[in-house]
């Protein structure tokens, strides 16, 4: 029975090491994210994040959003239009500016980037949107 326990404690206790600690500062962020995206995103890339086929592009396991961190900041703070390449697949569209604020973009950024398949290691913050320039 010992044996047992001890096994039983050891699995535990490698379980809980190989567990990720994320920041509660990003935890909170994505929460707050995942309500901006559920407000003003959703209707366009859905609540899988796969968009839709040949009209808006996938958010989930996207190449371009992991790529390219400051372009993709920009087309949340400031929309914009025209081709982008996204997994391969080529959209030709407009993304309408949503006027939101540089918290509300560095959470939205934030739930986009922990989301469906997506794993980013930095916390887009407030500070680095206010940096991008129109």
Same mark, same amino acid.
């Given at each position: 029975?010992?044996?047992?326990?001890?096994?039983?404690?050891?699995? &535990?206790?490698? !379980?809980?090491?190989?567990?990720?600690?994320?920041? =509660?500062? !990003? $935890?909170?962020? +994505?929460?707050? %994210?995942? &309500?901006?995206?559920?407000?003003?995103?959703?209707?366009?890339?859905?609540? $899988? %994040?796969? %968009? +839709? /086929?040949?009209?808006? =592009?996938? !958010?989930?396991?996207?190449? @371009?959003?992991?790529?390219?961190?400051?372009?993709?900041?920009?087309?949340?703070?400031?929309?914009?239009?025209? /081709?982008? +390449?996204?997994?391969?697949? #080529?959209?030709? %569209? &407009?993304? $309408?500016n949503l006027n939101l604020t540089n918290k509300e973009v560095s959470d939205v950024m934030n @739930?986009?980037?922990?989301?469906?398949?997506?794993?980013?290691?930095?916390?887009?913050? /407030?500070?680095?949107? &206010?940096?991008?320039? #129109?």
């Amino acid at each position: 029975m010992k044996k047992y326990i001890v096994l039983l404690v050891l699995v &535990a206790s490698g !379980l809980s090491f190989s567990c990720e600690k994320q920041n =509660p500062e !990003l $935890t909170a962020s +994505i929460e707050r %994210g995942k &309500a901006i995206y559920n407000d003003f995103c959703v209707v366009c890339h859905m609540d $899988t %994040g796969l %968009g +839709i /086929e040949n009209a808006f =592009p996938p !958010l989930a396991q996207s190449d @371009y959003l992991l790529n390219n961190r400051e372009k993709s900041i920009h087309m949340v703070k400031y929309g914009g239009s025209g /081709e982008i +390449i996204v997994n391969g697949e #080529k959209y030709i %569209g &407009a993304m $309408t500016n949503l006027n939101l604020t540089n918290k509300e973009v560095s959470d939205v950024m934030n @739930y986009i980037l922990n989301s469906w398949g997506n794993k980013s290691g930095d916390m887009v913050t /407030e500070e680095e949107v &206010a940096k991008v320039e #129109k």
